[in-house]
């Protein structure tokens, strides 16, 4: 008996249920999705934790890098200080070559001579430099020829040495080839009895500048705490510590202040290649080498920070995981009953449409995919019935504008004839100037009355020149033209009436009745890329530099029924070009300048031709 009924329970509510099914499947793929994404999501924020600690680390070593690096500047700009200051660079020049005793005779008589030569003094120069940077511990001038050491101390009076090789090492120390910047020698710190635990040492050579000999060297013992200075910035969010090193493993700098005085003991175990060793932990290590200078920075991170840092993060994305899981079940089960009554009233309605019932409408207006659904059917509907209303009104439209074309058409023969009656009347009165204007109008009017859309290129030039010359007439020598045309472009097909526009154009804006040298030019010849090039120029008014702006972007719109000049303006005349050839393959452009006339050129393919016709050439009135 239980066991038909789990048979039963089943079939009804697994196997044959397509939402308990859809549920069971949403669950799981939920809270394996939510799984996966809490993993990468805590792998993607512990590696940008991971990386914001060891980016912070970098910067503070190019910091400290920088700080080690200006105070190498700061000792080379002071050898350049002298050796650009004449008088100074002979004084330090005489004290590296001569005895203490016989420089200060050479300065007692330099006073003598030149009781202002005072700036030159190399002893004052030095000890302003000394009092200029608080970082200077001791500055210290050796000289290589006569071996004596002369400090100057911060806070303290200046120390002279005088040294022998035989009796003392640091003849040998201040000989040896070392790096700009290195650790004290002892043999100095020793004579000098400096602390050398938290000191860094810069020197530079000391050339003479005539004989370009090494005279001496500039020895600078700066201290260690000022890099701290430059780690202030990182201090908050700094992880291990930064060390300044040797070639030899020498601690120059250590922030965390454990291995001063030392040879750092890992310092075998660090590579340029390899940012993870094992040092008194596993860390990771990076490290920023200037062979030149001799240093290397170098920041070590313990793994175990690293981690201790992610480890509030893993805890959080734990307990939002089991939230989201939580909710993962509970929600879907809610939404499935709440779809799967929704879908069995949708599918009843729809198939009341389906049978032909257009008037029929989903009452569904909830903003999800099914209430998209519903309202995408009933726009559907809508647009249906909006189509079939528009097209039966769109066809008495038609048919009524066809019967009013009809019923305006005038009979071309007529007004020709009527045309011609008036100017056989003009000739037999003599006005044979109003008669050849009449002529002009009634092949204009012949033209224009034609049904053809495209006409021979001469015919329309020919056109033209018939509009023109009714101006010739009217305004006698004060107006002239010119037609041009290539000789093989006569019977090439044009757009009919694509010039009329722009003559009309100037005759109403451009010209000016109070001048006698009034001109339009029209040239048509071949252009570039198989294009015929219709060119026509005036010196007319022109236009003002914002009118022109306004009608080029008028030109660049795209085509919106009837132009504001009227169906035969400039925006006409390139409507209907693209529409004959194409958007790309013709158009019209436009220059002028107030008082020097306009210029519109048209452009179009060259087709093919459309009869033999007259031969081209030239035409001037």
């Known amino acids: 008996m239980k066991a038909m009924k789990a048979r039963s329970f089943y079939r009804t509510y697994v196997k044959n249920n397509l939402f308990s099914k859809l549920l069971a499947t949403l669950s799981a793929i939920s809270v394996l999705t939510i799984v996966t994404l809490a ?6 924020m512990a590696e940008s934790v991971r990386s914001d600690i060891l980016a912070n680390q970098r910067r503070a070593m190019e910091a400290v890098s920088a700080r080690l690096q200006a105070s190498s500047d700061s000792v080379q700009r002071i050898v350049a200080d002298i050796y650009q200051d004449q008088a100074l660079s002979q004084n330090v020049t005489y004290l590296l070559s001569h005895p203490f005793a016989d420089y200060f005779r050479y300065r007692i008589d330099r006073y003598a001579d030149e009781p202002r030569a005072g700036y030159g003094n190399a002893i004052t120069y030095f000890e302003r430099r000394l009092a200029a940077d608080s970082s200077i511990r001791q500055l210290m001038l050796y000289s290589s020829v006569e071996q004596y050491l002369y400090a100057w101390k911060a806070g303290g009076s200046p120390q002279l040495r005088e040294l022998n090789s035989a009796l003392s090492f640091i003849p040998d120390a201040m000989a040896l080839e070392l790096p700009t910047i290195s650790a004290p020698n002892p043999w100095v710190a020793r004579e000098l009895g400096l602390d050398a635990d938290r000191l860094y040492a810069v020197r530079a050579a000391v050339n003479n500048p005539g004989t370009l000999q090494k005279t001496g060297q500039l020895l600078v013992h700066f201290s260690s705490d000022s890099l701290v200075s430059a780690l202030r910035p990182y201090l908050d969010e700094l992880k291990g510590y930064v060390l300044v090193l040797t070639p030899q493993g020498q601690v120059l700098f250590d922030s965390s202040g454990r291995y001063y005085g030392s040879i750092y003991p890992y310092a075998s175990r660090i590579s340029t290649l390899d940012s993870a060793a094992a040092l008194d932990r596993p860390s990771q290590v990076a490290v920023l080498s200037d062979s030149l200078a001799g240093y290397s920075v170098v920041g070590v991170v313990p793994d175990a920070q690293l981690e201790a840092a992610s480890a509030g993060l893993r805890r959080t994305v734990m307990l939002l995981s089991g ?3 939580l909710l993962a079940v509970v929600l879907p089960g809610i939404a499935v009953a709440s779809v799967a009554r929704r879908t069995g009233s949708l599918v009843r309605l729809m198939r009341r449409v389906e049978s032909g019932d257009f008037a029929g409408r989903i009452q569904d207006e909830r903003g999800d995919e099914l209430g998209q659904i519903g309202q995408g059917f009933n726009r559907m509907l809508d647009q249906l019935n909006r189509q079939i209303e528009q097209e039966y009104k769109a066809e008495l439209r038609q048919r009524s504008t066809e019967l009013s074309a009809i019923q305006a058409r005038i009979n071309p023969h007529f007004l020709s004839n009527t045309l011609e009656v008036i100017r ?9 100037d109003v008669a050849e204007m009449i002529y002009s109008l009634s092949v204009l009017f012949r033209s224009m009355v034609g049904s053809r859309s495209l006409v021979p290129l001469r015919e329309e030039l020919e056109l033209g020149r018939r509009y023109l010359e009714l101006f010739r007439i009217r305004y006698k020598d004060r107006f002239a033209y010119s037609i ?8 090439r097909p044009v757009v009919k009436l694509s010039l ?3 003559m009309e154009n100037y005759i109403v804006h451009g010209l000016d009745t109070e001048r006698d040298d009034n001109r339009f030019d029209i040239s048509a010849a071949r252009g570039e890329g198989a294009r015929i090039v ?3 120029r005036d010196n007319g008014r022109g236009m003002a530099p914002e009118a022109l702006e306004a009608l080029r972007q008028r030109l660049q719109r795209p085509p919106q029924g009837q132009d504001e000049g009227g169906s035969f303006g400039l925006q006409s005349i390139r409507d209907r070009l693209r529409l004959v050839y194409g958007p790309n393959a013709a158009g019209l452009d436009i220059d002028s300048a107030p008082g020097a006339g306009t210029t519109v050129t048209l452009w179009f393919p060259d ?5 033999s016709g007259e031969p081209g050439g030239a035409e001037e009135r």
């Not at 993993?39 to 993607?44: D, P, Q």
């Open 424 to 432: 056989m009347r003009a000739v037999s009165r003599g006005a044979d």
């Open 534 to 536: 219709v060119t026509l």
């Open 39 to 44: 993993y990468l999501l805590y792998a993607f």
């Open 500 to 502: 009329q526009p722009v």
């Open 484 to 491: 041009r045309m290539d000789d093989s472009l006569t019977g």
């Open 607 to 611: 087709g093919s031709d459309s009869g």
């Open 323 to 325: 939230i989201g899981i």
